[in-house]
């Protein structure tokens, strides 16, 4: 968490560390999109959302694409 804001969920902001701790980097937006997810292999993203209708929901998205790439490797 190199000097981001933090997401105001608990599950995205836990997500997004999860993320970060497998080598994704966060690059932060504005609007509805909170921040990017950039892989360490350099293709996949995934867009985090500022306010996602159901935010454990969208938590489990983005730990599944991290899941994926890792996957992957």
Do not use: Q
């Amino acid at each position: 968490m190199a000097n981001r804001k933090r997401h105001t969920d608990k599950h995205v902001e836990a997500a997004v560390r999860e993320a970060e701790a497998n080598g994704w980097r966060v690059e932060e937006r504005n609007g509805h999109c909170w921040a990017l997810l950039l892989a360490p292999n350099g293709v996949d993203k995934f867009s985090v959302y500022s306010t996602p209708a159901r935010p454990e929901a969208h938590a489990k998205d983005i730990l599944r694409a991290v899941a994926r790439e890792a996957k992957r490797r």
